[in-house]
């Protein structure tokens, strides 16, 4: 009977998965940095920019430099099979989602013989905020810590099962997740060391698993940056005008550790209350084995260098998450309560909770497929724009103070801002004075900004 209840519990977490993002699957509206990705993505689809030089817009960021471009080309794939549709955006994320969790029980399935109870580290980063916002909003951290999770489950595979050609195989996968987000992806080279100081009967094995993942990058990172020209001035433009900015303190700062170590302990909440529930009502004292604390210390990696950083976001931790779940579960699944429980009635109570989620879900997504999910009158006034005025940029006082309506106008109405004067048409406040040789051409409704149109010489 436990077995039947962990079945069901595993189709449990995927149902909880598909009430928290089916909803939101055909809304358009998403985070700036979102929107943001997604013009890349499909620019790079039609043929706007290339794989090494990226383009957001023809005013911002004609050459992006911001991020390495392998998730965008990943995206456009998306582009390609199914149409520039809003949902394409989201589609992309979620499939990362679902590549996630197949590295989690893979992972999983390596550090213990209860694979059946797979869902728990599944169910708790499922429930992790910071995991349902990065992929309802496409943030690369999406890709990224799918990414990671194969090249950790590669080196582990590898190293446990001493089959060398999986940790060879992680080095090629190290590219790739260094070519999604850049030096945020390093932590995963943590593994094999800490792998190697708890487990001493895999040292060796770890060892040879090391060099062979390093040796694997080195050669294809050194043959990209020899004989592809466009890596190298990509690679050094990324560098110069990204990287070492932002590792200077000259870029964006925002945040500061004290409140990002509040944000990871309310990251962290539902698997310490959890395991503090479970721990009342069990009776029994909990080991922190060895599995824990592998996990615990990798989650220790991802997180804290960003805590010496002088720019913090809640979703830079998103990636490390994984592995503080991985390690809380591991903790979890070792008491035989309440996972052994023997009631009938459990399976018929999750098998009706689990229909009723998908299908609340698939009435959720198709009720908020009506209008947007957020921005709601600035997305309408924007595909308002585009609709009377197809084709055409658009002057606005200063892109510093509208980066949003930047992003909504690029993903969904190719409706270009800028600031420069000698474009026709003009969008500006309600309040603002517009110069004599501008009329009005256009209002929206309930967006506080009027179109306006060059009508002569100045």
């Given at each position: 009977?436990?077995?039947?209840?962990?079945?069901?519990?595993?189709?449990?977490?995927?149902?909880?998965?598909?009430?928290?993002?089916?909803?939101?699957?055909?809304?358009?509206?998403?985070?700036?940095?979102?929107?943001?990705?997604?013009?890349?993505?499909?620019?790079?689809?039609?043929?706007?920019?290339?794989?090494?030089?990226?383009?957001?817009?023809?005013?911002?960021?004609?050459?992006?430099?911001?991020?390495?471009?392998?998730?965008?080309?990943?995206?456009?794939?998306?582009?390609?099979?199914?149409?520039?549709?809003?949902?394409?955006?989201?589609?992309?994320?979620?499939?990362?989602?679902?590549?996630?969790?197949?590295?989690?029980?893979?992972?999983?399935?390596?550090?213990?013989?209860?694979?059946?109870?797979?869902?728990?580290?599944?169910?708790?980063?499922?429930?992790?905020?910071?995991?349902?916002?990065?992929?309802?909003?496409?943030?690369?951290?999406?890709?990224?810590?799918?990414?990671?999770?194969?090249?950790?489950?590669?080196?582990?595979?590898?190293?446990?099962?001493?089959?060398?050609?999986?940790?060879?195989?992680?080095?090629?996968?190290?590219?790739?997740?260094?070519?999604?987000?850049?030096?945020?992806?390093?932590?995963?080279?943590?593994?094999?060391?800490?792998?190697?100081?708890?487990?001493?009967?895999?040292?060796?094995?770890?060892?040879?698993?090391?060099?062979?993942?390093?040796?694997?990058?080195?050669?294809?990172?050194?043959?990209?940056?020899?004989?592809?020209?466009?890596?190298?001035?990509?690679?050094?433009?990324?560098?110069?005008?990204?990287?070492?900015?932002?590792?200077?303190?000259?870029?964006?700062?925002?945040?500061?550790?004290?409140?990002?170590?509040?944000?990871?302990?309310?990251?962290?909440?539902?698997?310490?209350?959890?395991?503090?529930?479970?721990?009342?009502?069990?009776?029994?004292?909990?080991?922190?084995?060895?599995?824990?604390?592998?996990?615990?210390?990798?989650?220790?990696?991802?997180?804290?260098?960003?805590?010496?950083?002088?720019?913090?976001?809640?979703?830079?931790?998103?990636?490390?998450?994984v592995y503080w779940m991985l390690g809380f579960a591991m903790l979890l699944e070792q008491s035989p309560y309440p996972w052994s429980i023997q009631r009938k009635k459990w399976v018929k109570v999750l098998s009706l909770t689990n229909l009723s989620l998908w299908l609340v879900g698939a009435v959720l997504s198709i009720y908020f497929s009506k209008s947007p999910s957020r921005d709601k009158h600035m997305i309408r006034a924007i595909e308002q724009i585009a609709r009377n005025y197809p084709s055409q940029s658009v002057r606005i006082e200063a892109i510093e103070d509208s980066w949003e309506l930047c992003a909504i106008g690029a993903r969904y109405g190719?409706?270009?801002?800028?600031?420069?004067?000698?474009?026709?048409?003009?969008?500006?406040?309600?309040?603002?004075?517009?110069?004599?040789?501008?009329?009005?051409?256009?209002?929206?409704?309930?967006?506080?900004?009027?179109?306006?149109?060059?009508?002569?010489?100045?």
């Amino acid at each position: 009977m436990s077995h039947v209840i962990n079945y069901r519990l595993n189709q449990f977490s995927w149902a909880v998965a598909a009430i928290m993002f089916l909803p939101l699957l055909f809304t358009k509206g998403m985070f700036l940095d979102g929107l943001t990705y997604a013009s890349i993505a499909r620019n790079l689809n039609e043929g706007m920019g290339s794989f090494w030089i990226p383009s957001y817009t023809p005013y911002i960021h004609p050459e992006f430099y911001e991020h390495p471009p392998f998730s965008f080309a990943l995206h456009s794939v998306f582009y390609r099979l199914f149409g520039d549709q809003a949902w394409v955006d989201r589609i992309y994320a979620y499939t990362m989602y679902g590549l996630s969790v197949l590295m989690i029980r893979r992972i999983w399935a390596l550090f213990t013989p209860s694979v059946h109870r797979a869902w728990i580290p599944q169910l708790l980063w499922t429930l992790t905020p910071t995991v349902i916002w990065s992929h309802q909003n496409n943030l690369l951290e999406a890709p990224l810590s799918a990414a990671i999770l194969c090249v950790v489950w590669l080196l582990i595979e590898g190293t446990l099962k001493r089959n060398y050609i999986w940790s060879a195989l992680g080095g090629l996968v190290f590219f790739i997740a260094l070519g999604i987000k850049g030096p945020v992806a390093l932590f995963p080279l943590m593994t094999l060391p800490i792998m190697a100081v708890l487990y001493p009967e895999h040292r060796r094995a770890a060892l040879i698993s090391m060099l062979l993942m390093v040796l694997s990058f080195s050669v294809l990172f050194s043959y990209y940056y020899t004989y592809e020209i466009n890596f190298s001035t990509f690679f050094n433009s990324y560098l110069n005008k990204q990287l070492f900015p932002t590792l200077l303190g000259n870029r964006e700062q925002s945040g500061d550790a004290l409140s990002s170590l509040i944000e990871i302990t309310k990251q962290l909440a539902l698997p310490m209350i959890v395991f503090l529930i479970l721990r009342i009502r069990s009776g029994r004292v909990y080991v922190l084995r060895r599995e824990s604390i592998f996990f615990f210390v990798l989650a220790i990696c991802g997180s804290l260098p960003f805590l010496l950083m002088d720019r913090q976001h809640h979703y830079y931790f998103m990636p490390s998450m994984v592995y503080w779940m991985l390690g809380f579960a591991m903790l979890l699944e070792q008491s035989p309560y309440p996972w052994s429980i023997q009631r009938k009635k459990w399976v018929k109570v999750l098998s009706l909770t689990n229909l009723s989620l998908w299908l609340v879900g698939a009435v959720l997504s198709i009720y908020f497929s009506k209008s947007p999910s957020r921005d709601k009158h600035m997305i309408r006034a924007i595909e308002q724009i585009a609709r009377n005025y197809p084709s055409q940029s658009v002057r606005i006082e200063a892109i510093e103070d509208s980066w949003e309506l930047c992003a909504i106008g690029a993903r969904y109405g190719k409706v270009y801002f800028t600031e420069n004067t000698d474009v026709a048409l003009y969008l500006v406040s309600e309040t603002v004075a517009v110069p004599s040789n501008y009329v009005l051409v256009d209002t929206f409704n309930k967006f506080p900004m009027m179109l306006y149109k060059k009508t002569a010489l100045e």
